[in-house]
């Protein structure tokens, strides 16, 4: 039988073009490196693409959350209600503040938080709830809505994963209080490191401004500190790249799409996998990662790793990491539905040009390990007996 080689695809690669490198060194070629014409075109045409009123790009996603949460003026003594099943940063900007995150358990369909399970967990105390678009995927924005409004609450999208997803016809981003995106390599589009914060809030936006830079006075002098302030600034070089990908983001997302389309053609006859889940009418995903879910999941990724297919195990539950254990009490159990699901999702190679070559040989190496952990079962079970 012919072997195939062994390839090394790697999960996730930036989509950098010829137009991205030329926007790049263009801004080196003058004196604006920071605060300058890119940033603000940056902010304009991502207000824009979004729908939002205003935006602040920043130096990371993590940034722009806890921004919100500043801006917002929780505190000490507060809580803030948010899924476990994302990436730490969309509990840990609470805990910036002296917040406490109150986690909320997921369903086990759109793997984002389940709005059914978040009124019992409101208290005197709450004061927001941060709503992920896990994967892309949109939340219940619509029921998510209502609750806020009838508890009077704040909300944040931490919509980092879901850059053009839309609920309803509408963006992301544009449903809360405040919306934050992130543009670290491995999202949709890239800045190499950044985030943005997206609101239509006046309020918000200037003490964003002013937290972004020192917590300085935005309509004074320069060295008029308000507050007590951040330098979470991003270059005009970043900002530069930010615009060139913005530019394309339509093209981007399709392409992204397609490959989604592609994995799913390939593998959604393997029996015992589960593909992810897509677009419906209510729901536009937009594709950050191409998540499968399987049976013996660790397994599976050690196993595919050594074929050279890098993957992950997004997301580890947050209340299940060390310092949510240690320092806030949390156990196994705690949150059932999210432990039950991030036991068997794994992340597959996924970019925006990856080619069918590619794919096919990462659907290739998911069948062959599947099979090899079929026949491992079969025969631990007939041993059994
Ligand atoms: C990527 C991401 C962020 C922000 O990440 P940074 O690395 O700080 O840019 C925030 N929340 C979620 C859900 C993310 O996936």
């Not at 999702?345 to 996924?350: E, H, K």
């Amino acid at each position: 039988m012919r072997k195939m080689k062994i390839r090394k695809i790697p999960l996730s690669s930036p989509f950098i073009e010829k137009d991205d490198i030329k926007a790049v060194t263009s801004v080196l070629k003058t004196r604006w490196l920071s605060l300058g014409p890119k940033l603000r075109e940056f902010e304009e045409l991502f207000a824009k693409f979004i729908g939002t009123r205003y935006a602040v790009a920043v130096n990371s996603g993590t940034s722009a959350l806890h921004l919100c949460v500043k801006a917002l003026g929780i505190g000490k003594g507060d809580e803030v209600i948010v899924a476990p099943f994302s990436f730490v940063a969309s509990a840990n900007c609470a805990l910036f503040e002296g917040a406490k995150p109150v986690f909320v358990d997921i369903e086990s369909k759109t793997f984002n938080i389940d709005p059914e399970k978040i009124e019992e967990k409101i208290t005197k105390k709450t004061k927001a709830i941060v709503v992920v678009d896990v994967f892309g995927r949109p939340a219940h924005k619509e029921a998510i809505k209502k609750i806020a409004k009838k508890h009077k609450l704040k909300i944040i999208e931490d919509s980092a994963e879901a850059l053009g997803a839309e609920y309803k016809g509408r963006k992301v981003g544009t449903f809360g209080d405040c919306g934050i995106f992130a543009f670290y390599p491995n999202k949709q589009m890239t800045t190499g490191e950044g985030g943005i914060i997206v609101t239509n809030d006046k309020k918000i936006y200037e003490l964003c401004l002013s937290y972004r830079n020192q917590g300085r006075n935005i309509k004074s002098r320069w060295l008029d500190h308000e507050r007590v302030g951040y330098n979470y600034r991003i270059s005009d070089i970043q900002c530069a790249l930010g615009v060139s990908q913005l530019k394309k983001i339509k093209r981007i997302l399709k392409k992204r799409e397609n490959v989604a389309k592609e994995y799913t053609k390939r593998l959604k006859k393997v029996k015992g996998i589960r593909t992810p889940f897509s677009s419906t009418k209510d729901l536009k995903v937009s594709w950050f990662v191409y998540v499968i879910q399987v049976p013996e999941r660790d397994e599976f990724l050690i196993k595919l790793k050594k074929k050279g297919v890098q993957c992950s195990n997004y997301f580890p539950p947050i209340h299940l990491t060390k310092h949510y254990k240690k320092e806030h009490g949390h156990k196994k159990g705690d949150f059932p539905v999210c432990e039950k699901i991030s036991k068997t999702t794994l992340a597959l190679p996924f970019y925006t040009h990856m080619n069918k070559k590619d794919m096919a040989y990462v659907c290739e190496q998911v069948n062959d390990v599947h099979k090899e952990l079929l026949k491992k079962k079969s025969k631990i079970k007939k041993k059994k007996k």
